[in-house]
C-alpha cells in the first residue's frame, strides 16, 4: 500500500489546470488559492497527498472549501484562513480533531482550498473528493448524498466572523443557511463541514481525484510542448473521449436565483461538420444536445476546451466565434447510483423530462 | 429589596395590552405568545417577575426572543420551543447556565417571549428590557450599545435547525447574519443573546419594565371601564403625555429593504383643530412632525391610540379616517446618551437633518 507523496511547488500549476477541466465550466477559479500555497511552500510547508486507504477507518478527515454567491467565478476565499477557522470551529463543535484534509470538489477552485489549509494546519490531504467534478451547492456531494451529518458544519469570513450550523435538517437546510451567509460574507467565505471517518470516505469519496487531476495536468502541459494531437491526449489522460469539435455560434447567459444560466449554440467543424451543438449551463455545463437530442447529461462531465491548446473554457469565458472541443467523461459510479441521481441528475436541475443516460467513454 | 411577584393567568391580557402600547405601532403582536404561556400557566406553570436588584452580580441572565423579517407583525414563533432550544445552544456555546431570562425589548411580541420561554424553563424573568419600547433591529437594545457581546448568539426554528453565531465582528453584523437567517427559516424564528451578568444588567438595563407594562395595560382596563378621561389615565400610567389629537388623512406605505416604511398626514381635532400632524414611521412610530416642525423623534415614544378607547394602533392597522390621539414618552435616559444616539436617534434611521431633541412628558 502506497502512503502517498508529497505535493510540490512544481506540480501546483499542473493541479490547476487539471482542477479547471474537472471544473466542468464552473467551480470557480483556483488561481489565487494555487498563489497562497505556493507562498507557504516557498516558506517550507509541505502537504503530503495521501490515498485513503492509508488512514486508520477510526481516522477523522476534515472537508473545507471555499463557498460564495452561487455565481460563477467567485468560489475564492479572500483573506487566506477563512477554511482554516471554519475548520477550527468545527473540530471544536464536533469534539473532534482531523487527521487530514479532503476537498468537496475537485472541479476548479475547491481542489486548492484543501490543500492550502492542510499548509497552513500541518496536515495531509486525503487523495479524493466528494465529486469527481464541480457542482454548484453543497449538498451534491457523494458525502452527503451517502450520509455525511449535515451538522455541525461553520463558515467563516475574512473579517473576523464565524457561524456554526449546529443543528441541520438536512443537507438542502445546511446548502439553503450557508449560501445565504456567504451572500452576507461578501462573495467568498471559507466552508467546513462535519468530519468524516476515513472509513467513511474509503466508501463514499471519489477516489484518487487528486491525482488525477494532476495526471490531467501534466497530460495537457506534455500535449501542448509537443504539440501532437493535443486533445486526444488529453481526453486519454482524463478517461473521457472528445464527443464534438464546432465553433460558437451563440451564447446567452443569465444570472436566475443566483445562478449563472444559460445555453451555448454550436455549429460542427471537421468531423462534425454540419451537426447542431447545444450545451445548457448552470454554472456548470448540464447537458449535450446534437441535432436536437439529449446526448449526455449531469452528472457525466461536460468539457468545453480550446481546440488549439485544450485550455479548458469556463463558462464566464464562452465567446461567439470560438473553435472548441468538447470532452466527455463518463461520471464516478457513486455519483450515478439511484440516491445520487436524485441529487445530481438532470431532474435536480430542473430538467424534469430528461433522463440520465450513462455515458461511456 | 422585593422578591418580586409570581406572574399569574390573570396578568397576561394587561402585560400584553402594555406591550403593545409601548411598541410604539411595530414589535409584532404579543397575542400568540400570551396564548402560549396562558396554556403553560394553566398547566401549573408559574413565573417570578424579578426586580434586576434581587440577583447576584455574578449570575447570569439570558435574553431571548423572536426574530423575522424586518417587516411587521412577524416577531412571533411558530412551534413554541424556538426560543428555548436557542437559548440552550447559547448556554452549551458559552459554558454558562443562566438563572433567569431578560426581555431585548418590552414593546410588542417580545415582552412575552422570554416568559414563555421562562415559563418552559423553570426560570424567572428580570424586571426590565433592553429599549424600554420596540426597535427593528437586533443592535438597537442598551445591553448591546453599552457593552453586551455579540456573541455567542444563536437562532433556531420550528424545524429543528440551529445556527451558532460563534465569533460576531460587532453587533451590527450579527444583526446582519440573524435577519438572513431567519428570514430562510422563514417568517418567524428564536434568538437567544450572549448571557450578560446581573451586575452588567443592573447598569444597563431599563429596569422595572414589565410592571410598567403591566400597569400601562392594568390602568388602560379600567380607564376603559370607567369611560372617564381613558386618554389621561393611560398617559397618566404610562408616564407620558397626549400631544396631539386628530383624523387621518393619509396613509402611505411600502416595504423597502425589508423595512415598513411610510408616514402618516393628520388632521387635527378638538383642541388641535386647524394643527397638521405627520408621522414618519419605519416599523414604529419614528418622527411627529407639528405644522412642518420636527416635535419628537426616536427614542422617544411615540404611540397612536384609538381616540375612544386608548386602544393602541399598529402601523398596518392604520387607516383613512381614523380618529386617533398621540400619546409621547421620554425613552429611558439609557436610551439617549450620546453612544446610543448613534444606535437609536434619527441619523440610526437615515434622517441625517433632524437632530435629536428630548422630550419632557
Redesign the interface.
Known amino acids: 500500500m502506497s502512503d502517498g507523496y508529497p505535493l510540490t511547488e512544481a506540480d501546483l500549476p499542473a493541479l490547476t489546470l487539471g482542477a479547471a477541466l474537472l471544473g466542468t465550466g464552473g467551480g470557480g477559479n483556483p488561481y489565487i488559492g494555487m498563489l497562497r500555497t505556493r507562498e507557504l511552500m516557498r516558506a517550507g510547508a509541505t502537504v503530503d497527498v495521501r490515498p485513503l486507504e492509508s488512514f486508520g477507518d477510526d481516522e477523522h478527515i476534515g472537508s473545507v472549501g471555499g463557498i460564495g454567491a452561487p455565481v460563477v467565478g467567485v468560489e475564492k476565499v479572500e483573506e487566506g484562513e477563512e477554511c482554516l477557522?471554519a475548520l477550527r470551529?468545527v473540530e471544536e463543535?464536533s469534539g473532534v480533531k482531523v487527521a487530514a484534509l479532503i476537498s468537496a470538489e475537485i472541479g476548479g477552485a475547491n481542489a486548492m482550498e484543501p490543500v492550502l489549509t492542510a499548509a497552513q494546519a500541518g496536515l495531509p490531504v486525503a487523495d479524493g473528493d466528494g465529486m469527481g467534478r464541480a457542482f454548484p451547492e453543497v449538498q451534491m456531494t457523494s458525502f452527503f448524498i451517502y450520509g455525511q451529518a449535515p451538522e455541525p458544519a461553520?463558515i467563516?469570513d475574512d473579517?473576523?466572523?464565524?457561524?456554526?450550523?449546529?443543528?441541520?435538517?438536512d443537507m438542502y437546510?445546511l446548502e439553503?443557511?450557508a449560501r445565504?451567509?456567504a451572500?452576507?460574507m461578501g462573495a467568498g467565505a471559507g466552508f467546513a463541514t462535519a468530519p468524516m471517518s476515513a472509513g467513511f470516505l474509503k466508501r463514499y469519496a471519489v477516489p484518487g481525484t487528486v491525482t488525477q487531476a494532476l495526471d490531467i495536468g501534466r497530460a495537457i502541459e506534455k500535449a501542448r510542448a509537443s504539440r501532437r494531437d493535443v486533445l486526444g491526449k488529453v481526453a486519454d489522460a482524463a478517461g473521457g473521449r472528445i464527443i464534438y469539435t464546432g465553433k460558437i455560434g451563440d451564447v446567452r447567459r443569465e444570472l436566475k436565483g443566483g445562478f449563472a444560466m444559460g445555453h451555448v449554440e454550436l455549429s460542427g467543424v471537421a468531423d462534425h461538420a454540419g451537426e447542431a451543438g447545444r450545451i445548457a449551463i448552470q454554472n456548470e455545463n448540464l447537458i449535450f444536445w446534437r441535432d436536437g437530442a439529449v446526448e449526455i447529461t449531469v452528472p457525466d462531465l461536460i468539457m468545453i476546451l480550446e481546440l488549439d491548446t485544450a485550455e479548458p473554457i469556463t463558462t464566464e469565458l464562452l465567446r461567439y466565434g470560438q473553435r472548441v472541443a468538447v470532452l466527455a467523461m463518463p461520471a464516478h459510479p457513486l455519483m450515478k447510483s439511484p440516491e445520487a441521481l436524485k441529487v445530481v441528475g438532470p431532474q435536480a436541475f430542473g430538467y424534469a423530462d430528461i433522463a440520465y443516460k450513462p455515458f461511456a467513454a
Open positions: 477557522r470551529a463543535a461553520a467563516a473579517k473576523g466572523n464565524c457561524i456554526v450550523f449546529k443543528d441541520m435538517v437546510w439553503r443557511f445565504t451567509a451572500v452576507d
